[in-house]
C-alpha cells in the first residue's frame, strides 16, 4: 500500500512503487510506503531514531512476522532536494531508496564496512535489472 500525506508533482505512482517493492523483496511482506511531508519526516526520525532533522529514508519492521511487516517512509522534500543537488534523476532516487528501504526491512544493514558493501552490491544489482543507474557512482 502506498499512502501519498503531502502533495508533489514529481512523486512516483503506485505502480513504480510497487514493481521496486517487488524487485527488492526476497520474502513475503507486507508494506506501506508513506510519502511524507519535512514536518513529518522530521517528527519521526526525533522520535524513532533521535534525530531532529527530516531524512530521506526510514524503515521501520514490526517483529519477525510471517509475512514479514512494516512501513517505509520516505520524506518527499528530502528525496526531491538529494537528487536535484546529486544530478539525480528523481524517479530513479525515489526508486533507489525505496529498494534501500526494503531491503533493510529484510535485516539489511550498512553500519559495518562489510555489510555497507553486500547492501550495496545488491541495491546495484536490483536497480540495473529494473533499468536505473548505479546510485553510487558518483561516490566511486
Known amino acids: 500500500m502506498v499512502q501519498y500525506a503531502t502533495e508533489s508533482s514529481e512523486a512516483p505512482a503506485r505502480p513504480q512503487f510497487r514493481r521496486w517493492v517487488k524487485a527488492a523483496l526476497q520474502r513475503d511482506a507486507e508494506v506501506v510506503l508513506r510519502l511524507v511531508d519535512e514536518a513529518e519526516g522530521r517528527d519521526l526520525n526525533r522520535q524513532f ?30 528525496v526531491q532536494q538529494e537528487a536535484q543537488q546529486q544530478h ?50 558518483e561516490q566511486r
Open 49 to 78: 531514531r533521535g534525530k531532529d532533522y527530516a531524512t530521506n529514508v526510514l524503515t521501520f519492521v514490526y517483529d519477525d512476522t510471517q509475512p514479514l511487516t512494516g512501513d517505509i517512509v520516505l520524506c518527499v522534500p528530502v
Open 88 to 137: 539525480k534523476d528523481v524517479i530513479a532516487h525515489y526508486a533507489h531508496l525505496t529498494v534501500h528501504g526494503i531491503l533493510h526491512l529484510q535485516g539489511y544493514d550498512h553500519v559495518a564496512d562489510a555489510e555497507a558493501a553486500e547492501m550495496e552490491q545488491l541495491e546495484i544489482a536490483i536497480l540495473t535489472k529494473l533499468g536505473y543507474p548505479d546510485p553510487y557512482a
